[in-house]
């Protein structure tokens, strides 16, 4: 099958600072993909490229079809992205996050599965309260939540289960195998391996921008795969 995320070679470089440094994967229909690594190893980087939001320095990401270099709109248009930080209105309510989602991406009868997606996140009760009164962990299942509603072929979730609670961990897992189930590519980028190995299939290990392995992420479980894991990131 077509590859939906290409990356080939990717830089990408802050005056001095080359945050990401020759990075290759693919992401199949149905397939999860986990960026792996510590703090400052390109993770969130990478994911900003492939949202269309910091541009590559060189090398390609393509995005369902789009460039995301010459086309980031599209590649925006055909992706659903949790950033790290941030991706809320302080203001705004998360009945209000979802109605502007739905008039901006021209989603009809959106409002049943914006109640469920509340409920399966656990916002329900908080459905008319703004944000700005959110806990990290909320705002995070939110982040979420936005991603997955206009069900995008490509799913992108930078650190998904920071300070995320069971609840929140099982809602976005059962969001990632919901998108996989419908055919979509998933990246998830995560520093908590069990997850990972949860989630994906595939697991890509980030050290200092470069890729130092790129495995199954069945490699990635149990004791074999935290020694692993340790090993790789030095």
């Not at 990972?196 to 479980?221: K, N, Q, Y």
């Amino acid at each position: 099958m077509t590859a939906v995320v290409r990356v080939a070679d990717l830089r990408v470089q802050f005056g001095s600072v080359v945050a990401v440094d020759g990075v290759s994967f693919e992401v199949r229909p149905g397939g999860a993909t986990a960026l792996l690594g510590r703090n400052g190893a390109g993770k969130s980087t990478t994911m900003r490229v492939l949202a269309g939001v910091v541009p590559p320095s060189s090398g390609v990401a393509e995005v369902a079809g789009a460039d995301v270099a010459t086309d980031p709109l599209e590649a925006k248009r055909r992706s659903g992205y949790c950033p790290d930080v941030g991706g809320l209105i302080p203001r705004a309510t998360p009945w209000e996050h979802l109605q502007l989602s739905a008039r901006l991406r021209g989603l009809q009868d959106w409002e049943s599965r914006a109640r469920s997606l509340l409920e399966q996140f656990d916002l329900g009760g908080e459905a008319h309260r703004v944000t700005a009164g959110f806990s990290h962990g909320m705002g995070r299942r939110m982040s979420v939540a936005l991603a997955v509603f206009h069900q995008p072929p490509v799913l992108l979730l930078d650190e998904p289960f920071d300070g995320v609670d069971p609840t929140g961990v099982d809602a976005t897992l059962e969001a990632v195998a919901d998108a996989r189930a419908r055919g979509a590519a998933v990246i998830l980028s995560t520093h908590l391996r069990d997850l990972a190995v949860e989630a994906c299939d595939h697991a890509v290990v980030l050290r200092g921008g470069l890729a130092v392995a790129s495995v199954d992420a069945r490699e990635m479980a149990g004791e074999g795969g935290a020694r692993a894991y340790r090993a790789l990131l030095g």
